[in-house]
């Protein structure tokens, strides 16, 4: 049963912690990306990675960090230094740039900063 | 800036009507296009897609079209349904398989 999994899907934290969302697929997809929802916006993209060890910051990085250290992860921590953390936060993946290819998302994660 | 709009925030269809959500982009260089569903804290669910290249694509009840020329794509829905009430996200893809989303549709399906 091919997907991609997000936990948990809800989160709270105080002010000031550093959080990390998890990422996983199994559809051995090379690219995984994160984005944040607000309400009544779009998507707009963090982080994303083309392939395993490598990753490239999207419209608004600042304030988060990533990884790639397996191809099937992609976690996403969110630091003490991000302004405002509290929002929706969408993990996907995809075959990776290839045309034709399509992003297919996780069930998302709410964090809520206290 | 941005660069895919969707500038209706809502729309409210009778049930086994057409539902037409439109999309504006400003940057040519877009080569794909995407509609994606989404209900209230869950992931958006791919729904129909279409390249640059052509003008229309049809996939069941749904189907996107293209206007180059206008920089304007939609989606339209035929018949609706009440399960299809959601929001409809528009996204374009540009260099790097990035995606760039409107700010979304929400569309109810009156029954």
């Not at chain 1, 105080?14 to 984005?35: I, P, R």
């Not at chain 1, 490598?54 to 992609?74: C, H, L, N, P, T």
């Not at chain 2, 079209?65 to 399960?83: D, E, Y």
């Amino acid at each position: 049963d091919g997907g991609i999994t997000q936990s948990p899907k809800y989160l709270f934290r105080k002010e000031g912690q550093n959080v990390t969302l998890s990422c996983e697929q199994n559809l051995n997809h090379d690219a995984m990306y994160w984005y944040r929802q607000d309400p009544g916006q779009g998507l707009r993209l963090i982080y994303y990675s083309q392939i395993v060890n490598d990753f490239q910051k999207g419209d608004i990085a600042e304030g988060y960090s990533v990884s790639r250290e397996k191809k099937e992860s992609f976690p996403l921590t969110v630091t003490s230094a991000q302004k405002n953390p509290t929002a929706f936060y969408l993990c996907a993946s995809s075959n990776g740039g290839r045309a034709g290819d399509t992003q297919y998302f996780g069930p998302g994660t709410r964090l809520t900063v206290l | 800036d941005q660069q895919v709009k969707q500038n209706s925030p809502s729309l409210s269809v009778q049930e086994g009507r057409i539902s037409i959500l439109n999309c504006d982009y400003t940057n040519s260089m877009f080569d794909y296009f995407l509609w994606y569903k989404k209900y209230p804290a869950e992931g958006p669910t791919f729904l129909i897609s279409i390249s640059s290249i052509k003008d229309k694509n049809e996939d069941g009840r749904f189907t996107v079209f293209l206007n180059k020329s206008a920089k304007h794509l939609s989606l339209h829905i035929v018949p609706s349904q009440p399960g299809d009430s959601a929001v409809y996200f528009c996204a374009a893809r540009e260099y790097g398989n990035k995606l760039v989303f409107g700010a979304g549709t929400i569309l109810r399906v009156k029954s």
